[in-house]
């Protein structure tokens, strides 16, 4: 389980999507993959079984990295520049997977997706009750999000390995910012920087047909 150094940080990494948001309502890309590093920490503190998910974020956050330290990294700056790069440069693949190297595009929408499940389960725990089970709210938030997104093999591995998280006042615990109590606050303070973050992606995305990648 979770060792010093992972357990504090959680509440920074909610800061750090906080800080995406520009006032003209750009996402600084930078915040936004510093906040799913963080959140990839606090995965792999949750136990081995998570690791075939770890891994797969990790893939899509070093390519998201390479982009970052190449030559056109001031392209890549915010998604909206993203987005506007790409398109104009014929990047973005929309018709085969694997023909050419993911898009910057392509690996954003995994990880907006993702980002859809992680809206909806901070939603659940922090609506829930003390006796709620973390994995059922976990499920209902993966079924209702990435789940539309994933083969059979990869929902009935997600779903099974849901079982081991802990109760939920335990696993509000595990993030470390005090008592459940103390953390469902945060959860509240944090939660309308998420949903902005996914709500602007999405529209974004919708506006120029990006939802569906291969
Ligand atoms: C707490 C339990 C964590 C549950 C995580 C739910 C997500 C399940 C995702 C299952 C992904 C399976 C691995 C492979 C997927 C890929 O096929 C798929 C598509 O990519 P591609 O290239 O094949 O088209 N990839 C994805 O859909 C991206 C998945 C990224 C998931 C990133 C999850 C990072 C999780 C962080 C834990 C956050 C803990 C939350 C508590 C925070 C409280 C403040």
């Given at each position: ?32 993959i ?97 006796d ?39 696993f ?8 459940p ?34």
């Amino acid at each position: 389980m979770a060792n010093g150094d992972d357990r504090c940080c959680l509440k920074e990494v909610l800061h750090i999507f906080q800080s995406c948001l520009t006032d003209q309502k750009e996402i600084l890309m930078d915040p936004y993959i510093a906040g799913w590093k963080g959140l990839v920490r606090f995965l792999n503190t949750l136990g081995a079984i998570f690791s075939f998910i770890s891994k797969d974020a990790v893939a899509k956050i070093q390519i998201m990295e390479s982009f970052h330290s190449s030559d056109q990294k001031a392209q890549y700056v915010t998604l909206q520049s993203m987005v506007k790069y790409e398109l104009a440069s014929n990047l973005v693949d929309l018709k085969k997977p694997g023909d050419q190297s993911p898009s910057g595009c392509r690996t954003i929408l995994r990880l907006h997706r993702a980002l859809h499940w992680l809206q909806l389960f901070l939603e659940g725990l922090r609506t829930s009750t003390e006796d709620s089970s973390t994995s059922a709210l976990c499920a209902e938030a993966y079924n209702a999000s990435l789940a539309n997104h994933h083969p059979w093999i990869i929902r009935k591995t997600a779903l099974l390995s849901f079982y081991v998280l802990p109760n939920r006042n335990s696993f509000l615990e595990l993030m470390n910012v005090g008592t459940p109590a103390d953390a469902v606050e945060m959860l509240e303070e944090a939660l309308p920087s998420i949903s902005k973050i996914y709500d602007i992606t999405q529209a974004l995305y919708a506006q120029h047909n990006l939802l569906d990648i291969p």
